[in-house]
């Protein structure tokens, strides 16, 4: 009813090649857009950001991220909390070293710091695939972690061995540190994500994009069309790390405001991985869809039984989340390993079809 | 981060060899594996033009033979001489970047991409809009892709496979799978079109499509082909020259009518008491 393609033609190859085929796709988006910068922040409390907004965000980012080189180039990662990290830790030496540094500088600068460690644990990608890459960039995610730890350089000697973000300004207005207020933390981090999500589409749908994804699907072949593999798989390693680098710095400087080592340890690395399996491998919009259920999990399991009268403690709360965020990675690995992205389509050609069957 | 080879290798398909003369000289290559000869001293030309088949029994080393010309494997003794270059060993993507495409005797397709996007990976390497501009689509990375489209519309129509267009391509029947490859070839626009077993599996008014395919690639677009084939009335009607390759040893090489009469190719086809 709503998807009615009919009366949608194309009649040049530049409107074929259009982010949107189909008009009320970008109506949709167009909803979507208003209420993210509209509706939620006029509405939302401060325990809305911080628990739900921000972290949604910042959790997509770092998805789409992991998504580039496993989804699309189709190398596994299990080091993308360390990654993040290295962008979290790269910021905070900026910040610190060059106090007057713009932030949207430094944390666009960062991402360059973890491109380049990214890089380095992509070096075995030349030589081995699958699940024994996987364990190589377990290494990174070990070493990296012990070297947060260890080097004291890197948090400023601090006492505590933890990174506290300090109050920074930008054309006037806090937008990091504990003075920021949670309405402007979630603003930066909406534009952030917004503009790294168009430069993801655009490569992801363009001639990088189809490399990535002939070096995902059949290596050899790849390279029989003149792919040079190489240079392929080390760039879908800079760009993730790119991307995972500046979610990392987002990660602490917009929303977590302090960081030990250990908050970059496996966990982390897992939930992303997790958001963007559930999300759907090889789709931009699943990471977001993939965000919103892993981060909004908890909160609904918290709060939705207490407004029917059913006391849940919050200890109750975490063996809930764990159980079924564990039981929706089986099912999705075996229902549909597409993920949430998929259920969208499907869905969406439906309402094209609709009330026709077929 | 520039994972192209030099655009001059590129854009020469005027190579100075005129039709007929030697385009691809393979001379006295050796290919073993551990203690396995796969390839004994074999020599073959390819002229500029024609389209030359390569064939033999199985495990005679026809595919080795293409994984050597194509760069894939190293042969340890022997030269190759292609468009007057000589080389002994080089990387499958540099290859391309002379001008050799191949297809595989299991077809080797990206599975999870559409058809369009697997004829349009087939021309990476001759895109040339780096990251930066693609990161903003909009102006040369998308007037560039669209003159590349064009390109590939031409091979879908010519292929006839616009009815799949927006298929992913593991879902296609075997038939149009091969041809789908074949498109990916023909969009690399290569001098030297490699062709390992074009044919097989498909019925006979497929085969009779693809050998249509072939002879027009080869008339119209003036590529040179090599294929090689099991089904002989094929072979017969469509090739130039024929080489038969036996054990890794080349047997006989010549017209289709020279090698069906000589006395080793019968021999090695229906065997010999000895």
Not at chain 1, 152 to 161: D, E, Q, V
Not at chain 1, 244 to 261: P, T, Y
Not at chain 1, 269 to 282: D, N
Request: net charge neutral; glycine share 10%.
């Amino acid at each position: 009813m709503f998807y009615r393609t009919a009366g949608q033609f194309k009649s040049s190859y530049e409107a074929d090649h259009a982010l949107f085929p189909v008009r009320q796709d970008a109506i949709l988006l167009g909803v979507i857009l208003v209420f993210a910068f509209i509706v939620f922040p006029v509405t939302a409390s401060e325990f809305t950001f911080r628990a739900l907004l921000i972290p949604v965000l910042i959790y997509s980012l770092a998805a789409l991220g992991l998504n580039i080189l496993t989804g699309y180039a189709g190398q596994l990662s299990l080091g993308t909390g360390a990654f993040m990290g290295v962008g979290a830790y790269a910021c905070y030496k900026l910040v610190s070293i060059f106090p007057e540094m713009n932030i949207v500088v430094a944390i666009a600068m960062s991402g360059f710091f973890s491109a380049a460690i990214g890089v380095l644990f992509g070096l075995p990608s030349l030589r081995i695939k699958g699940f024994y890459l996987a364990i190589a960039t377990l290494a990174a995610q070990f070493f990296l972690v012990w070297l947060f730890q260890k080097w004291a350089w890197l948090y400023n000697y601090n006492a505590s061995g933890a990174i506290q973000v300090p109050n920074i300004d930008m054309f006037g207005i806090t937008v990091a540190g504990p003075r920021a207020t949670a309405m402007t933390q979630y603003y930066f981090v909406l534009c952030v994500v917004c503009v790294i999500t168009v430069f993801a589409i655009n490569i992801t749908r363009g001639r990088i994009g189809r490399m990535w994804k002939a070096v995902r699907d059949m290596d050899i072949a790849a390279e029989l069309v003149g792919i040079n593999l190489m240079h392929t798989k080390l760039m879908a390693f800079f760009v993730s790390s790119y991307v995972v680098g500046i979610a990392g710095a987002l990660f602490v400087f917009m929303w977590r405001g302090a960081a030990e080592a250990n908050l970059f340890d496996i966990p982390l690395s897992f939930r992303v991985l997790f958001i963007a399996i559930i999300g759907g491998l090889g789709s931009i919009l699943g990471n977001f869809l993939g965000a919103i259920l892993i981060v909004a999990l908890p909160v609904i399991i918290g709060s939705v039984p207490q407004a029917f009268g059913i006391p849940v403690d919050s200890a109750m709360v975490e063996h809930l989340n764990i159980m079924i965020i564990g039981a929706l990675i089986i099912a999705f690995l075996i229902i549909e390993p597409h993920g949430l992205a998929r259920f969208w389509a499907m869905i969406r050609e439906k309402f094209i079809l609709w009330p026709f069957p077929h | 981060m520039n994972p192209r080879p030099d655009p001059s290798e590129l854009t020469a398909p005027d190579d100075g060899i005129a039709r007929g003369g030697v385009l691809l000289d393979v001379k006295n290559v050796s290919l073993s594996f551990g203690g396995v000869k796969a390839i004994t001293d074999i020599s073959l030309d390819v002229l500029k033009g024609e389209i030359r088949a390569i064939i033999g029994p199985n495990g005679a080393g026809k595919t080795s033979m293409l994984n050597v010309i194509n760069g894939f494997y190293t042969p340890q003794e022997g030269t190759i001489v292609f468009r007057g270059r000589e080389r002994r060993s080089m990387k499958p993507h540099q290859a391309v970047g002379q001008g050799i495409a191949r297809t595989f005797q299991n077809v080797a397709l990206f599975k999870g991409m559409s058809t369009l996007d697997n004829i349009m990976a087939g021309r990476s390497v001759r895109m040339k809009r780096n990251i930066g501009w693609q990161m903003l689509w909009h102006g040369p990375a998308l007037r560039e892709e669209i003159e590349h489209r064009e390109k590939v519309e031409e091979i879908i129509d010519f292929l006839e496979i616009q009815h799949i267009r927006r298929t992913p391509v593991g879902k296609l029947p075997y038939g149009l799978q091969k041809r789908v490859e074949l498109g990916r070839a023909l969009a690399m626009e290569p001098t030297l079109l490699l062709l390992d077993e074009p044919m097989a599996g498909m019925n006979l008014e497929e085969k009779e499509d693809m050998s249509r395919f072939i002879i027009d690639v080869n008339q119209q677009r003036g590529t040179t082909i090599a294929l090689i084939e099991h089904d002989m009335g094929v072979v017969m009607d469509l090739s130039d020259r024929v080489v038969v390759l036996d054990y890794g040893k080349k047997i006989a090489d010549g017209s289709p009518d020279e090698v069906k009469n000589n006395q080793n190719v019968i021999d090695a086809y229906l065997g010999v008491p000895h």
